[in-house]
């Protein structure tokens, strides 16, 4: 399978049906298998996965686990009606999702209002967690579904955050970018150097888009 492309017209996609995600509010116990809410980056550690053994030998202890981190910030940004992102930790650019149907979104104007987010797209690394924690303290969404290759529209939980805190997603958790209430918003990102990346495509896989809802307040 090759890699998905993340750059794009979005009139490239076809127009689908939406899938409505829930929306719940971020909190310790709410995220209870999918991460956790972070007061200070700094110093956090995120997850790292030790390599996993080939046999029945086992991995020296201490070793395996080793790789480390990257950091940079994400960016959030919408042009008219459609959500780029660009991550400087692991040199990523994307078309993260669209307010309107692909086919009539522009990128010149905003043609409709922005409480939701139509998303094409989600993946998970296997070989670390990952930290976004906002640098300007405003709401956002970020989309999450538990581990596990089967994957469905119907696993994928919306968790609105204040922007008060962070969230760090554990290995294996399906995410897509970060999302922003409002117009434009930068996070610092932290996650595994290796970056090893797994893909879904919704809209090929599944005949739908995820609606995800973007409000000031769920």
């Known amino acids: ?3 998905p492309v993340y750059m794009f017209d979005a009139a490239s996609k076809p127009s689908l049906p939406l899938y409505e995600v829930p929306l719940v509010v971020a909190t310790d116990h709410a995220l209870q298998g999918y991460g956790c809410l972070v007061d200070d980056p700094e110093g956090f550690q995120i997850d790292i996965t030790r390599w996993p053994a080939q046999g029945w030998r086992q991995i020296d202890e201490g070793t395996g686990d080793e790789g480390g981190f990257v950091e940079g910030t994400f960016t959030c940004d919408w042009r008219g009606d459609v959500l780029f992102g660009e991550n400087d930790a692991v040199k990523g650019k994307y078309v ?3 307010a309107a149907d692909p086919q009539t979104a522009s990128t010149e104007r905003q043609t409709t209002p922005r409480d939701q987010i139509l998303l094409w797209h989600m993946n998970y690394h296997p070989d670390g967690g990952q930290l976004f924690f906002p640098l300007e303290k ?7 579904a538990l581990p596990g290759d089967d994957l469905s529209p119907d696993k994928v939980v919306a968790f609105w955050c204040d922007g008060t805190q962070g969230l760090h997603i554990h290995a294996n958790i399906w995410h897509e970018g970060i999302f ?8 610092l990102d932290r996650q595994g150097a290796v970056h090893a990346r797994v893909s879904a495509d919704i809209g090929q ?8 809802p973007l409000r000031e307040h769920p």
């Open 205 to 212: 896989e599944f005949g739908v888009y995820l609606s995800v």
């Open 1 to 3: 399978m090759s890699a």
């Open 138 to 144: 405003k709401p956002f969404v970020v989309p999450l």
């Open 96 to 98: 993260l999702g669209w």
């Open 180 to 187: 922003p209430v409002r117009d434009q918003q930068r996070f």
